[in-house]
C-alpha cells in the first residue's frame, strides 16, 4: 500500500506560505492505519525499547498503538500546563512559532532504553525538545520514529545518537 497517497496536501495551514501534510486522511482509512502501525512496529521491534514517548497531539496517535504492539508502557510529552504532576520542560522554536513541553519527572527511569514517535519530522524542533527532556531524565533513545519526514526540512541533521526510521518522505 502506498501510504503517501493517502496524505492530503492543504496549503498555507496553519500560516501562510506552510504546505500542511494532513494525515487525517490516512487516519480514516481502516487499513491504511493499520498498515502504518504494523509497519512502525516492524521497525521496531528489534530495537527492544522499553517505553515509548509520544508528543503531543498527533504523536500520541502513532505512540500508544505502537507502545500496545510492542508490549511496553507510553509516556506522553505534552504542552506547557497540561500534565499534573512534577514535571521538567523545555522551551523550542517551531517553523512558525515556538512552544513548550513537558513530561514528569517520574516517567523516565534512569538508564531506560526510549523509542520516540511522532507523526511528522520537519525542523526537528519537537522531537529535539523531547530528546533533550529524555536525556535530563537519564533515558535513553534507542530511536525516533516517525510517519512523515519532509527531508528538504532538515529535521534529521538536527538529531544525533540514534536511527532515525521514517515511512514516508516529501
Known amino acids: 500500500m502506498d501510504l503517501a497517497k493517502k496524505i ?20 480514516q482509512d481502516g487499513q491504511a492505519f493499520r498498515e502504518a502501525v ?32 510492542l508490549g511496553v508502557g507510553f509516556v506522553p510529552v505534552r504542552k506547557l500546563g497540561k500534565l499534573p504532576g512534577d514535571t521538567l520542560s523545555v522551551e523550542y522554536d517551531l517553523e512558525y512559532g515556538s512552544n513548550t513541553l513537558e513530561i514528569h519527572r517520574d516517567a523516565i527511569i534512569p538508564g531506560q532504553r526510549v523509542l520516540v514517535v511522532d507523526d511528522l519530522l520537519a525542523t526537528g524542533g519537537t522531537v529535539s525538545a523531547t530528546v533533550d527532556l529524555i536525556r535530563q531524565l537519564g533515558g535513553n533513545v534507542v530511536a525516533a520514529v516517525f510517519l512523515i519526514e519532509l527531508a528538504a526540512l532538515g529535521g534529521r541533521e538536527r538529531l544525533d545518537g540514534f536511527p532515525i526510521i521514517s515511512l514516508i518522505a516529501f
Open 38 to 69: 504494523d509497519r512502525l512496529y516492524v521497525q521496531t521491534q528489534p530495537l527492544d525499547a522499553e517505553v515509548v514517548v509520544g508528543m503531543e497531539s498527533r504523536g500520541f496517535i502513532f505512540a500508544a498503538p505502537l507502545a500496545y504492539r
Open 8 to 27: 492530503r496536501d492543504v496549503p498555507d495551514f496553519p500560516v501562510e506560505g506552510i504546505l500542511f501534510k494532513d494525515i487525517t486522511t490516512l487516519l
